[in-house]
């Protein structure tokens, strides 16, 4: 009996853990890594086989992955060249995803853990999904790697859904350094004067938006047909 209660236990985290694995996969390559399809559509079933041990417990310690920038993203996030830089190195490069083993609150050890593994390998970018909320001082350790590396930390909960894909959300689009001031010198406008955004809004979450970033929003309305907005990340 008790064999048959985890298997039904193991089941249904092993669902929930594919749910996110896809928003996560999906995630990413929204906001312009490398990821074939295949590794973002993957089965329940293909998931089930790669993902979970011979008794049927998910595995998170093999739920990891690397992605590399496209070239159209790492021509996106390069600073202008200038006299003193002719040639400038951009800021996005790899990422590296992980899901957390720890079932317990995310402490200290294991954010550092993770930071030093993603500055150790050089991975511009990290992300850890963890099944429970981080500590605080887990939260100030990332708080002092943002110069080095970008971390994120997403719930398992909040990736079972990609809000995006709901009807209701409107298509956002990250605008470049050129492409921002483009829009500022066209309409003659301070960054300062735009709306804004949240940096905690959840699909700013989810496409990575930092402080100063401009994302374009398309909506459709009966009237106008499609039109664009702009919001400054804050």
Request: proline residues 4%; contains cysteine; charged residues 25%.
């Amino acid at each position: 009996m008790e064999e048959e209660n985890n298997s039904t236990i193991w089941a249904r985290e092993t669902s929930r853990l594919w749910r996110a694995w896809r928003t996560v996969h999906e995630m990413v390559q929204d906001r312009g890594y490398e990821l074939a399809d295949e590794e973002v559509k993957i089965s329940l079933d293909r998931f089930r086989d790669e993902y979970t041990n011979a008794d049927g417990s998910p595995n998170r310690g093999k739920m990891q992955f690397s992605a590399r920038p496209s070239e159209a993203m790492l021509q996106k996030y390069t600073p202008p060249a200038t006299a003193a830089n002719p040639h400038p190195s951009s800021d996005a490069g790899t990422i590296w995803v992980e899901f957390c083993t720890e079932k317990a609150s995310i402490g200290v050890g294991v954010m550092k853990k993770f930071v030093n593994h993603c500055a150790a390998n050089n991975f511009k970018a990290g992300i850890l999904v963890t099944a429970q909320p981080l500590s605080a001082q887990a939260r100030k350790v990332i708080q002092v790697t943002q110069q080095y590396t970008q971390i994120e930390c997403f719930l398992e909960e909040d990736l079972l859904v990609n809000i995006t894909h709901h009807e209701l959300v409107p298509k956002h689009i990250v605008l470049s350094r050129d492409e921002k001031a483009a829009l500022l010198k066209r309409y003659r406008l301070k960054e300062t004067q735009l709306p804004r955004i949240l940096a905690k809004d959840p699909v700013a979450r989810y496409l990575g938006l930092k402080r100063g970033q401009v994302v374009k929003i398309i909506r459709t309305s009966e009237t106008a047909g499609r039109y664009a907005s702009y919001r400054l990340c804050v």
